[in-house]
């Protein structure tokens, strides 16, 4: 094979540091070429070659040293490395790619290496098939301290902005559903009640979390493993907007312990006066720098300058009282003497008459300090003699909502068990992806969704076939299924079981029956990842809800855990008034309404990109039930949309293949040393008079005028799909469809709530 150059490349980043291979006479390599794996139709293959025997040589054995710290035959070598090669056929380079060295043998003292060579595409899959989300390289660097600047400015039209992501409403705790400020509900509604409600609804910005943008993981993966890739598809607005949702604990607090300040010493009142209880503490400081501290010297407790919280503040003591009768006033004041309120607004203060006897008296309540706020325990008596023994107080940091100057770890916010092959196959699996190796550079990938893909212009093939060999022509797949179902994994959210109780399938899937003769069974193309449905409680915001609901039918948080859903900045929509009700953030939860701030556009994140007006889903297919029903104002209801993933991406793809008009055939060509080094699975051939898909050229002998057998699928005149607004409805007609999917039906989300 003396027209045959072999080159392999430990030092990718050292083309120079090449080591040329020796290759004997014998030696047969041979490659298959494919776009897709021709047995299941989620699945995308690259180049890929049969066993390669190079014999051991001077030159073969420094290489293989060099590339795969080869000991000896005993001595064993760097399993599963990836080194770079190229190889040549008079003088024209057919491939590059990567090779592994798969084993070594000696057969009658004959030493052999037994290597395989990939494309680009397929060694990038090997790279990540191990690698975790959390561990892509450039995660860190979105690391942040939270503030209201940062998250309000994420909230642009600016998709896939330089920060890499955008805070967003993802509703994981059952909290944004109940904030109805005329009739406020669940654990913060004792604070609402207390205010006026001059807003219509409230969503704290401390609850919000950072979602990741698609893109950004997608940019890190690629150049962590050295590659780039190029696609109009993923520089769409389309693409762009799609985010991973907050995966960490839902929600959560930062919460401290509930610890005791004791006065140690006895308080008396030698005259009628008030006084400010000094606590000494006993042991070390129970609240930190960070989390606010208590002065032993003038009895002043500082809330953390960082961030506002909800005390539960308990004062108890035994007081003993002089003859006659004495009046105590106990009181939780601010530094400056101005009684502070609790969460109903009430002022913090207790009187009591004790006569001349030991009582013990306590003052229990739940109040909100803002930051850097103070707070002092005051005991006033009307007569003289009182004594406070044995005194304490206790003030527990329940929870802590405010995040602001909090150091955001962005690794928190992916799921922790997902793979980066995860979320790769996600997409593919999604929008029907193509990924295919640039033929001039080898670490350049294009990516494109399938009727995007085959745009190049076409070649022709009419002279290249050898008519006189076998031609295998199938009309209709026999590997194919006669059903094809889509769908997302299963959240375990309580609106997916709901649905799942309701109809049997997952919310958003789409399954079609095709007309293929021989398909039988169903293949199930489902995702990893789980979706975010959104729904309405009460009012007219429209969010992702990804809470479960215990039995006694309270609401229940859950991990986000790994889900993808699109991100829009919108605007609501009106009442049947034409009224537009606006929705409140606020910052630090302080209670001067002054440091509020309303609007009527919202950071949604969910499945459809506007549930006030959708115009693209990334369901499968139309939900049969919805969970918002927008009046427009107009007597009507906001139409929904059938322009989902299946019907934009899948369905043409799926006639293709397996409808009665497919048609795939093998045949025998005779290519050249040309055609491989320009081949291109992107431009459709010409041949027989009729424009094909090219799927497989298999085992192609590099440097051997041989025929090769080539896959091809015929191009059908389809109608390109054509996206309809859908009027939901109210009932369950099981027999109203538009293009085979079901009107989606109007409910209620989860009754009583």
């Known amino acids: 094979m003396s027209n045959v150059k072999f080159v392999c490349y430990p030092d990718a980043d050292t083309p120079s540091s090449g080591f040329d291979l020796d290759v004997s006479v014998d030696t047969d390599i041979a490659v298959t070429f494919s776009v897709q794996d021709l047995a299941d139709v989620t699945k995308r293959k ?16 420094a290489a293989f040293r060099h590339a795969y710290n080869v000991q000896s035959f005993v001595g064993g070598f760097t399993p599963n490395k990836q080194v770079k090669c190229a190889v040549w056929s008079d003088g024209v380079q057919v491939f590059a790619g990567t090779m592994q060295l798969l084993s070594m043998s000696v057969t009658k003292g004959q030493a052999t290496y037994e290597v395989a060579i990939y494309g680009e595409e397929v060694a990038l899959f090997s790279n990540m098939a191990d690698v975790k989300l959390v561990d892509t390289v450039g995660v860190t660097g979105m690391n942040h301290t939270f503030s209201v600047s940062l998250v309000t400015g994420t909230w642009d039209d600016s998709y896939s902005d330089a920060s890499g992501y955008v805070y967003g409403i993802v509703d994981a705790a059952g909290h944004f559903h109940c904030y109805d400020v005329s009739n406020p509900l669940g654990p913060l509604a004792p604070l609402f009640s207390s205010v006026t409600p001059i807003f219509d609804r409230l969503i704290p910005i401390e609850l919000m979390r950072p979602n990741i943008w698609v893109k950004k993981m997608v940019d890190l993966i690629f150049a962590q493993h050295g ?262 994994r299963d959240g375990g959210e309580a609106l997916s079981k709901q649905y799942r109780n309701t109809w049997q399938t997952g919310y958003g899937s789409r399954q079609y029956d095709t007309d293929n003769f021989y398909g039988r069974g169903e293949q199930v193309i489902e995702t990893k990842a789980a979706t975010v449905i959104p729904a309405q409680y009460r009012t007219n915001i429209v969010m992702g809800r990804t809470w479960d609901v215990e039995a006694d039918g309270s609401i229940r948080t859950m991990k986000t855990g790994y889900r993808l859903a699109q991100y829009n900045y919108v605007k609501m929509q009106p009442s049947p008034s034409g009224s537009v009700e606006t929705w409140l953030w606020v910052d630090g939860f302080k209670t001067a309404a002054s440091s509020w701030v309303s609007g009527d556009t919202l950071p949604y994140i969910g499945h459809v990109d506007n549930p006030y007006n959708p115009s693209q889903d990334l369901a499968f297919g139309i939900p049969r039930q919805i969970y918002f029903a927008l009046p427009d104002g107009q007597a009507g209801f906001t139409p929904y949309t059938n322009n989902n993933l299946f019907n934009t991406y899948w369905r043409n793809y799926i006639e293709e293949i397996a409808s009665k008009e497919a048609m795939q055939v093998e045949a025998t060509f005779l290519l050249t040393v040309t055609d491989i080094a320009t081949l291109d699975f992107r431009a459709p051939v010409y041949w027989h008079g009729i424009r094909w898909r090219l799927l497989e050229i298999k085992d192609y002998r590099i440097g051997q005028n041989v025929m090769c057998r080539v896959t091809l699928r015929r191009i059908l005149n389809l109608a390109e799909f054509s996206a309809q607004s859908v009027n939901p409805v109210g009932n369950y007609n099981l027999n109203a469809e538009v293009q085979g999917e079901y009107y989606p039906q109007i409910v209620n989300p989860i009754k009583g709530k």
């Not at 025997?53 to 054995?61: F, H, M």
């Not at 928190?412 to 593919?428: R, V």
């Open 46 to 61: 690259g180049a890929f070659s049969k066993t390669i025997a190079l014999p051991s040589t001077k030159g073969n054995d």
């Open 227 to 488: 590659y780039r890739y190029q696609s109009a598809f993923f520089d769409s607005q389309e693409f762009e907007r799609m985010v991973i949702p907050y995966a960490g604990d839902a929600f959560a607090y930062a919460s401290g312990s509930n610890k005791c300040y004791v006065g140690s010493e006895e308080v008396t009142w030698d005259t009628a006066q008030e006084k400010t209880i000094i606590f000494d503490q006993t042991g070390d400081p129970f609240f930190n720098g960070d989390d606010g501290k208590f002065n032993t010297t003038n009895g002043i407790f500082t809330a953390s300058s960082q961030y506002a919280g909800k005390y539960q503040f308990r004062f108890e003591g035994l007081f003993t009282g002089a003859s006659g009768t004495t009046t105590l006033v106990i009181s939780a004041r601010d530094s400056s003497g101005n009684l502070l309120k609790d969460i109903y607004g009430d002022d913090i203060t207790y009187t009591q008459a004790i006569g001349a006897f030991s009582r013990g008296l306590s003052l229990d309540r739940t109040l909100i300090l803002s930051p850097s706020q103070t707070l002092k325990v005051t005991v006033s008596s009307d007569t003289a003699g009182l004594t406070l023994n044995a005194s304490t107080v206790q003030i527990s940091l329940l929870e802590t909502f405010s995040r602001v100057g909090q150091s955001i770890d962005m690794r928190t916010a992916l799921p922790a068990d997902t793979l980066q092959i995860d979320l790769l196959a996600d997409l593919q699996k999604m929008f029907n992806l193509y990924f295919y190796q640039s033929p001039q550079d080898p670490s350049l990938i294009y990516i494109e969704p399938w009727g995007d893909f085959y745009s190049e212009p076409v070649v022709d093939w009419s002279q290249k076939s050898d008519e006189n060999e076998e031609m295998t022509m199938v009309c209709g797949d026999p590997e194919l299924r006669k059903r094809f179902t889509f769908a997302y």
